[in-house]
């Protein structure tokens, strides 16, 4: 049997929360043939079997599958869904998310009419019965909630979509998530978080050739635990994309890096080396590291093992243009 569609879960210790997630895949509309993977990442606390309980009570004749992913981290647990996904699609739900009845059916769709989407996202509102803190219009989109552009459209130029109820070719996450090019961002480990693996995998869909795309067709309600709104909770978060923007800066030199002239890269260093020597004293430590890795992508100086690992994917996923990188 032909699968369009695999959803993934990926889950550690999610057991208090999935009840409403799983309702509300049961719920869903569609003519499709579709697959939920649950990924247990290292839970303790029965979720595995929680599920598989849940998914007998509502009756589905959607097949289940269950796989145990021990290394902690977000990444890992997705690679081993995409591993047995037999999808031409995937969609990434998180065990919070509650996707509308039409999600599936409407993420199908939109992939099939842009055969060049190769990330596609949705919006998001906080889930009913939840406490809102002050702060959460400025810092909703933090916690993949909200609008992610103004309207429907290409997002190349934010750069990333939230990994939250994203949709994915199968055959294009399995270029992504290649071994030999591990990810420099894992996000969730547990209980600590080095944040930004959406994006990273986002700009490896742009080196590999693909566009991002938002619609506000797709929607979801997002199950922020409660005990996560706190003002200390919020500097843990921010903290964490914080430790993870050194890779985002290097992803996006390598991505402009695929779309630039020898000269025009040439150009831009020069232009960087001249703004270098004029900065004051008190940026001079920040444009020197931002001139290194430009440096790293124009093949001049030693490059680090994030380099190493960008420029081994960017040949990879780019077989058709060689010596990309000096």
Same mark, same amino acid.
């Given at each position: 049997?032909?699968?369009?569609?695999?959803?993934?879960?990926?889950?550690?210790?999610?057991?208090?929360?999935?009840?409403?997630?799983?309702?509300?895949?049961? %719920?869903? !509309?569609?003519?499709?043939?579709?697959?939920?993977?649950?990924?247990?990442?290292?839970?303790?606390?029965?979720?595995?079997? #929680?599920?598989?309980?849940?998914?007998?009570?509502?009756?589905?004749?959607? @097949?289940? *599958?269950?796989?145990?992913?021990?290394?902690?981290?977000?990444?890992?647990?997705?690679?081993?869904?995409? $591993?047995?996904?037999?999808?031409?699609?995937?969609?990434?739900?998180?065990?919070?998310?509650?996707?509308?009845?039409?999600?599936?059916?409407?993420?199908?769709?939109?992939?099939?009419?842009?055969?060049?989407?190769?990330?596609?996202?949705?919006?998001?509102?906080?889930? @009913?019965?939840?406490?809102? /803190? =002050?702060?959460?219009?400025?810092?909703?989109?933090?916690?993949?909630?909200?609008?992610?552009? @103004?309207?429907?459209?290409? &997002?190349?130029?934010?750069?990333?979509?939230?990994?939250?109820?994203?949709?994915?070719?199968?055959?294009?996450?399995?270029?992504?998530?290649?071994? *030999?090019? /591990?990810?420099?961002?894992?996000?969730? $480990?547990?209980?600590?978080?080095?944040?930004?693996?959406?994006?990273?995998?986002?700009?490896?869909?742009?080196?590999?050739?693909?566009?991002?795309?938002?619609?506000?067709? %797709?929607?979801?309600? *997002?199950?922020?635990?409660?005990?996560?709104?706190?003002? =200390?909770?919020?500097?843990?978060?921010?903290?964490?994309?914080?430790?993870?923007?050194?890779?985002?800066?290097? #992803? *996006?030199?390598?991505?402009?890096?695929?779309?630039?002239?020898?000269?025009?890269?040439?150009?831009?260093?020069?232009?960087?080396?001249?703004?270098?020597?004029? &900065?004051?004293? !008190?940026? $001079?430590?920040?444009?020197?590291?931002?001139?290194?890795?430009?440096?790293?992508?124009?093949?001049?100086? $030693?490059?680090?093992?994030?380099?190493?690992?960008?420029?081994?994917?960017?040949?990879? &996923?780019?077989?058709?243009? !060689?010596?990309?990188?000096?």
């Amino acid at each position: 049997m032909n699968v369009d569609i695999s959803v993934i879960i990926c889950c550690y210790n999610g057991k208090e929360r999935l009840r409403k997630t799983i309702e509300h895949l049961a %719920l869903q !509309k569609t003519s499709l043939q579709w697959e939920f993977v649950l990924v247990d990442n290292a839970s303790t606390d029965g979720s595995a079997d #929680y599920v598989e309980s849940l998914w007998r009570e509502f009756s589905l004749n959607v @097949p289940l *599958h269950i796989v145990n992913e021990r290394q902690p981290g977000l990444v890992y647990a997705r690679v081993a869904g995409v $591993k047995v996904a037999k999808g031409k699609y995937v969609v990434f739900c998180d065990d919070d998310n509650w996707l509308r009845e039409d999600y599936i059916q409407s993420a199908y769709e939109l992939m099939e009419q842009m055969p060049n989407v190769g990330v596609l996202g949705g919006q998001s509102v906080l889930a @009913p019965g939840i406490e809102a /803190p =002050e702060w959460w219009s400025e810092q909703q989109g933090n916690y993949a909630v909200g609008k992610q552009l @103004p309207q429907s459209g290409f &997002a190349n130029e934010r750069g990333f979509l939230y990994g939250a109820g994203m949709t994915t070719r199968t055959e294009l996450a399995r270029i992504i998530f290649d071994e *030999h090019y /591990p990810f420099l961002l894992t996000g969730r $480990k547990g209980d600590q978080c080095l944040s930004g693996e959406d994006g990273e995998y986002c700009w490896r869909a742009m080196i590999a050739g693909y566009d991002l795309y938002y619609s506000e067709n %797709l929607f979801y309600y *997002h199950d922020v635990a409660q005990n996560r709104l706190t003002d =200390e909770q919020l500097r843990k978060l921010l903290q964490s994309f914080e430790m993870g923007k050194e890779i985002a800066e290097k #992803y *996006h030199y390598a991505v402009q890096y695929t779309k630039d002239s020898v000269i025009r890269r040439l150009s831009w260093f020069l232009v960087r080396v001249f703004n270098y020597l004029k &900065a004051s004293a !008190k940026y $001079k430590p920040r444009k020197r590291q931002l001139l290194h890795y430009h440096a790293c992508i124009c093949g001049i100086g $030693k490059k680090d093992r994030e380099f190493e690992v960008i420029r081994g994917y960017i040949n990879y &996923a780019q077989p058709n243009k !060689k010596n990309r990188w000096r």
